[in-house]
């Protein structure tokens, strides 16, 4: 019941992640929409909602993260318990989608191991980044006629949880504190430290 409920999350955030994608994309283009009919504010919040869309997503995926390392270990511990190797999801994953217990920026691996899933990663992470500094610029010169309160506000606030974002996303996905967190659990309950993929090697 548990890998039952392990593999439903695994569907509905892969789901929720592109729900947010979409979501975050059809927002964009509106906002540019309306302030290429003449209401600039508009490309100002351009990268709000970039910025929201990533962090969203990044969110939606440490779930997914969450729920493939539990799902693994239940695979390997029910294999053990039947003395056969039946259950193989958590190595398909590991081979077509991405690896656990690797360095890696949310899913997108650094060393080995790129995948058409880490290219789609990459895409949006990318098309993201690019509407976020496109916003930016179109909206630049309405910021900039705007007193200083508002610049400063703006300003800050947009710098400031970007910053953030990134300092706390490399600290938990790159420098792997999620991950770890998880296997420092996993492996008080399981044993052997092994990562998911060669649970069963």
Known sequence: ???????????????????????????????????????????????????????????????????????????????????????????LEATYLFELGSRKIVTIPTGGGFTWFSYVTVFYTVIGALAYLFGLALGWDTLMSAPLPIILLYSGGLYGLTIASLLVGIWWFVGGEGERRLERVLEGRFGEALPPSEATD
């Open 1 to 91: 019941m548990q890998l039952s409920r392990m593999r439903g999350m695994t569907a509905m955030y892969h789901r929720r992640f592109f729900l947010d994608v979409n979501l975050t994309t059809v927002l964009i283009l509106v906002l540019f929409v309306v302030g290429w009919w003449g209401v600039e504010e508009a490309f100002l919040l351009v990268p709000v909602v970039a910025l929201i869309g990533a962090v969203q997503t990044a969110f939606d995926s440490s779930y997914l993260v969450f729920a493939r390392w539990y799902a693994a270990y239940l695979e390997r511990y029910l294999d053990e318990r039947l003395g056969e190797r039946i259950h193989v999801a958590a190595e």
